[in-house]
């Protein structure tokens, strides 16, 4: 009896039944796993061992340190992270030429930094990711301590348009006559080449926007073989048959980006509620709105605009939580989730994974699913887009779409519904560079809608985008 109190006082006694319990939860867990991701789903399909093509890095060195070195610990970082492994039919046929071809030329002991930085883009384009090519690549601290692009030099001071695959200068934000056909002395379409090989497009409204950005960088122009200088560059212009030159100089880059006068405001016409969201950040700017739009659905109007033209994306709760206040039931997107050690280093609050890792799954599998009912209010939501729209941006206007309570008015976004992204950030020991790779495929609601172009419901101008949502709204029909 007093061995039994001394137990009890000591708490030895429940130190036993804890640790079952414990042990009984992580195999719960784990069986609920296995049954989740064996059960049947036709939106997913995993690849096999053959169909990853994945790396053997079992006796690879990594010492010493070189660019040799970084390119294979980069190699097994993407193997490892980057969903595109798992998810069948995604990974392109030449992968394991092209990644092969990487690791053989970084092993080059006279390459450069920039040499490096070219070669990982490359080995990038073979993940089919936007979100890890061009404004998303490797980046490094400058002589004054400041992070900037690997891949950049100067910025050409001009502001192109695409029109049909050609390149058109543009002036006090309206277009011109004015083609570039030319820049630093070789053909636009040489650079448009370039490009395509060092930055992906994940439809072709994201490579004529590749095109437009990247086409001003003195690193892109060089490579190309065209001919920068300090004060700049020279661009030929075809006006209407009228060939010409011009010099163009570089932006001044010590002045800060304008940045946004707002993260969000709102407007009631009459019976619209317009909301202009210029970036995705959740936050109490956005809890004023859900507010707001509460009080408005509670007065009976049930007309809304989700401005998202030149939204680059973020954090899409902020998107989730607007419709929400309208009284949707926001539809579910699908996702595979790769889990990995870069996962765990990233995201320490997600360790209850860990189990899953150690029984060697190395995903998760959410399904996509469309709510039934999922509109009481019969609230109608009018989401205008254009060629900036990325990301979270593309994810709210698939959620409006395929869930059947709206429409998209303007121009296509320049992201695919079902893309990579949810980025994880890791740093080269060597080179010190620090890059992303992603961990999750998202995979729209509608598994029967077009997985990679969201094209508008009403294709306009973006610029008129606006006016033709009023004059929609105020016609529609209930």
Same mark, same amino acid.
């Given at each position: 009896?007093?061995?039994?109190?001394?137990?009890?006082?000591?708490?030895?006694?429940?130190?036993?039944?804890?640790?079952?319990?414990?042990?009984?939860?992580?195999?719960?867990?784990?069986?609920?796993?296995?049954?989740?991701?064996?059960?049947?789903?036709?939106?997913?399909?995993?690849?096999?061992?053959?169909?990853?093509?994945?790396?053997?890095?079992?006796?690879?060195?990594?010492?010493?340190?070189?660019? +040799?070195?970084?390119?294979?610990?980069?190699?097994?970082?993407?193997?490892?992270?980057?969903?595109?492994?798992?998810?069948?039919?995604?990974?392109?046929?030449?992968?394991?030429?092209?990644?092969?071809?990487?690791?053989?030329?970084?092993?080059?002991?006279?390459?450069?930094?920039?040499?490096?930085?070219?070669? /990982?883009?490359?080995?990038?384009?073979?993940?089919?990711?936007?979100?890890?090519?061009?404004?998303?690549?490797?980046?490094?601290?400058?002589? %004054?301590?400041?992070?900037?692009?690997?891949?950049?030099?100067?910025?050409?001071?001009?502001?192109?348009?695409?029109?049909?695959?050609?390149?058109?200068?543009?002036?006090?934000?309206?277009?011109?006559?004015?083609?570039?056909?030319?820049?630093?002395?070789?053909?636009?379409?040489?650079?448009?080449?370039?490009?395509?090989?060092?930055?992906?497009?994940?439809?072709?409204?994201?490579?004529?926007?590749?095109?437009?950005?990247?086409?001003?960088?003195?690193?892109?122009?060089?490579?190309?073989?065209?001919?920068?200088?300090?004060?700049?560059?020279?661009?030929?212009?075809?006006?209407?048959?009228?060939?010409? /030159?011009?010099?163009?100089?570089?932006?001044?880059?010590?002045?800060?980006?304008?940045?946004?006068?707002?993260?969000?405001?709102?407007?009631?016409?009459?019976?619209?509620?317009?909301?202009?969201?210029? /970036?995705?950040?959740?936050?109490?700017?956005?809890?004023?709105?859900?507010?707001?739009?509460?009080?408005?659905?509670?007065?009976?109007?049930?007309?809304?605009?989700?401005?998202?033209?030149?939204?680059?994306?973020?954090?899409?709760?902020?998107?989730?939580?607007?419709?929400?206040?309208?009284?949707?039931?926001?539809?579910?997107?699908? +996702?595979?989730?790769?889990?990995?050690?870069?996962?765990?280093?990233?995201?320490?609050?997600?360790?209850?994974?860990?189990?899953?890792?150690?029984?060697?799954?190395?995903?998760?599998?959410?399904?996509?699913?469309?709510?039934?009912?999922?509109?009481?209010?019969?609230?109608?939501?009018?989401?205008?887009?254009?060629?900036?729209?990325?990301?979270?941006? /593309?994810?709210?206007?698939?959620?409006?779409?395929?869930?059947?309570?709206?429409?998209?008015?303007?121009?296509?976004?320049?992201?695919?519904?079902?893309?990579?992204? %949810?980025?994880?950030?890791?740093?080269?020991?060597?080179?010190?560079?620090?890059?992303?790779?992603?961990?999750?495929?998202?995979?729209?609601?509608?598994?029967?809608?077009?997985?990679?172009?969201?094209?508008?419901?009403?294709?306009?101008?973006?610029?008129?985008?606006?006016?033709?949502?009023?004059?929609?709204?105020?016609?529609? %029909?209930?």
């Amino acid at each position: 009896m007093g061995k039994i109190k001394k137990w009890f006082a000591t708490g030895k006694v429940w130190k036993i039944p804890l640790i079952a319990v414990v042990f009984l939860i992580i195999v719960l867990m784990v069986a609920a796993f296995v049954f989740w991701n064996m059960s049947g789903r036709p939106s997913f399909h995993r690849a096999d061992e053959a169909q990853m093509r994945t790396m053997d890095f079992s006796g690879v060195s990594f010492e010493p340190h070189s660019f +040799a070195t970084d390119a294979l610990y980069l190699v097994q970082l993407v193997e490892r992270t980057h969903p595109i492994f798992v998810v069948d039919g995604w990974l392109p046929d030449n992968y394991e030429q092209m990644r092969d071809e990487f690791l053989t030329y970084t092993q080059n002991p006279d390459i450069t930094r920039l040499e490096f930085a070219f070669a /990982t883009a490359r080995y990038f384009t073979t993940l089919r990711d936007g979100h890890m090519s061009g404004w998303n690549g490797l980046i490094e601290r400058d002589d %004054d301590n400041m992070w900037s692009l690997a891949i950049f030099g100067d910025i050409l001071d001009i502001v192109t348009v695409m029109h049909n695959g050609r390149m058109f200068l543009r002036e006090d934000d309206t277009d011109t006559q004015f083609e570039v056909i030319e820049i630093g002395g070789v053909a636009i379409s040489q650079i448009f080449d370039i490009i395509d090989r060092y930055y992906y497009g994940e439809n072709e409204v994201d490579r004529q926007n590749n095109y437009r950005m990247f086409s001003r960088f003195g690193d892109v122009i060089e490579r190309a073989g065209g001919t920068i200088a300090t004060n700049g560059v020279n661009l030929t212009i075809n006006t209407n048959g009228e060939i010409s /030159t011009m010099q163009v100089g570089w932006m001044d880059l010590s002045v800060s980006g304008a940045e946004l006068d707002y993260i969000i405001r709102y407007e009631i016409m009459d019976d619209i509620f317009y909301i202009d969201l210029r /970036t995705f950040v959740d936050g109490e700017h956005i809890t004023e709105v859900v507010r707001s739009i509460e009080n408005a659905v509670r007065n009976d109007i049930r007309n809304f605009i989700v401005d998202l033209r030149g939204n680059g994306g973020g954090n899409s709760m902020a998107g989730h939580r607007l419709l929400e206040a309208m009284g949707i039931t926001v539809p579910d997107w699908g +996702a595979v989730r790769r889990i990995s050690p870069l996962l765990f280093e990233n995201h320490s609050f997600l360790w209850y994974l860990r189990p899953f890792q150690w029984v060697g799954f190395d995903y998760m599998y959410v399904s996509p699913n469309i709510p039934e009912n999922n509109n009481p209010n019969d609230v109608f939501v009018s989401v205008l887009t254009d060629a900036s729209s990325f990301s979270s941006a /593309t994810m709210m206007a698939a959620w409006v779409q395929d869930g059947g309570f709206g429409n998209i008015i303007g121009g296509q976004s320049r992201n695919s519904p079902n893309s990579f992204g %949810d980025i994880l950030r890791f740093q080269l020991p060597y080179s010190g560079f620090v890059g992303v790779v992603s961990y999750t495929q998202w995979l729209r609601p509608d598994v029967n809608a077009d997985p990679i172009n969201l094209l508008p419901d009403i294709l306009v101008d973006p610029s008129e985008a606006l006016d033709v949502a009023i004059e929609f709204l105020r016609n529609l %029909d209930r």
